[in-house]
Nanobody, 122 residues
Framework: VQLQASGGGLVQAGGSLRLSCKAS???????TGWFRQAPGKEREFVAA????????YYADSVKGRFTISGDNAKNTVYLQMNSLKPEDTAVYYC?????????????????WGQGTLVTVSS
């Protein structure tokens, strides 16, 4: 499985961005997660869902502002980010879990994309 993340950029506080994560290979039984890592900080779970549908999961810090969704026909998972804050500034990574894991433990994700930088200015 290969993951290609895109969509990052510079946005003002209060603005929106949509990140995309395109997957190649067998993914229908997998879960996809978004993580982020700010300079000098640990990698942080943001959101996750399963390709087959079902519940989505969010970190408390992004609930109500971020939405994870998927387009199975395009093998792409999106992270819609609204009401962005300067503290959302980070490199965002998408990841896939072959076991369908949707939790925050990044070591349980098997495949990772290359990361896309999101910068939110105040």
């Amino acid at each position: 499985v290969q993951l290609q993340a895109s969509g990052g950029g510079l946005v003002q506080a209060g603005g929106s961005l949509r990140l995309s994560c395109k997957a190649s290979g067998r993914t229908f039984s997998y879960a996809t997660g978004w993580f982020r890592q700010a300079p000098g900080k640990e990698r942080e779970f943001v959101a996750a869902n399963r390709w087959s549908g079902g519940s989505t999961y969010y970190a408390d810090s992004v609930k109500g502002r971020f939405t994870i969704s998927g387009d199975n026909a395009k093998n792409t998972v999106y992270l819609q980010m609204n009401s962005l804050k300067p503290e959302d500034t980070a490199v965002y990574y998408c990841a896939a879990s072959t076991a369908g894991y949707t939790g925050p433990a990044y070591l349980r994700y098997d495949y990772w994309g290359q990361g896309t930088l999101v910068t939110v200015s105040s």
